[in-house]
């Protein structure tokens, strides 16, 4: 079945930069864009972008534009996000999820979660 | 402040039936569709409904969605123990030109 395997748990000081890995298995990498959701403590999902694995295009939501990079690596089926300039409030569980291959923005296979805790 | 709102907390007992709102806009709901998700407790989100009213392999007829307008809704019929968890609506934002949640909706099983 299809999987999405994220790296382990990241604890960075204010202004530094993080980088969180999510490798497909499975399913063809290349075949479906990958979204990054996040979740603060106690909170709600936060959108934060796509990227599509196959060219490389990404769309990052607004607020994080200029902050936030996609990217991936097709020879390892793996997916970055890379967040700078990290504040306190960066801190949450970071997830990749697949969108379906029939597409409409629906998020069918989740990655485990990457705790981020952001703290000096 | 989320961008589609939801009531943050529904309640139901077990056999009940059980429907949470989803408001959201013309540039959101109005034109697009809407996704489900189910989170449990401690987990990862899990699709549960997709295109407004479809249900991923697997996943009980219990559960289904529709939409009119600018609005959506999730109704859990027979409802159990194990249905109690946060519920997230989500569509895509043509002003936006993203994908926005709802805040949420806590159910609990009574």
């Known amino acids: 079945q299809v999987q999405l395997v994220q790296s382990g748990a990241e604890v960075k000081k204010p202004g530094a930069s993080l980088r969180v890995s999510c490798r497909t298995s499975g399913a063809a990498f290349t075949a479906s864009y990958m979204h990054w959701v996040r979740q603060a403590p106690g909170q709600g999902l936060e959108w934060m972008g796509w990227?599509?694995?196959?060219?490389?295009?990404?769309n990052y939501a607004q607020k994080f534009q200029g902050w936030v990079t996609m990217t991936r690596d097709t020879s390892i089926s793996t997916a970055y996000m890379e967040l700078s300039r990290l504040r306190s409030d960066d801190t949450a569980i970071y997830y990749c999820a697949r969108e379906k291959e029939s597409g409409e923005n629906a998020l069918n296979i989740w990655g485990q979660g990457t705790m981020v805790t952001v703290s000096s | 402040q989320s961008v589609l709102t939801q009531p943050p907390s529904a309640s139901g007992t077990p056999g009940q039936r059980v429907t949470i709102s989803c408001s959201g806009s013309?540039?959101?709901?109005?034109?697009?569709?809407v996704n489900w998700y189910q989170q449990l407790p401690g987990m990862a989100p899990k699709l549960l409904i997709y295109?407004?009213?479809q249900r991923p392999s697997g996943v009980p007829d219990r559960f289904s969605g529709s939409k009119s307008g600018t609005s959506a809704s999730l109704a859990i019929s027979g409802l159990q123990s194990e249905d109690e968890a946060d519920y997230y609506c989500?569509?895509?934002?043509?002003?936006?030109?993203?994908?926005?949640f709802g805040g949420g909706t806590k159910l609990t099983v009574l």
């Open positions: 295109s407004n009213n």
């Open positions: 013309s540039s959101n709901i109005g034109s697009n569709i």
């Open positions: 989500a569509a895509w934002d043509d002003s936006l030109i993203g994908v926005v």
């Open positions: 990227i599509n694995p196959n060219t490389g295009g990404t």
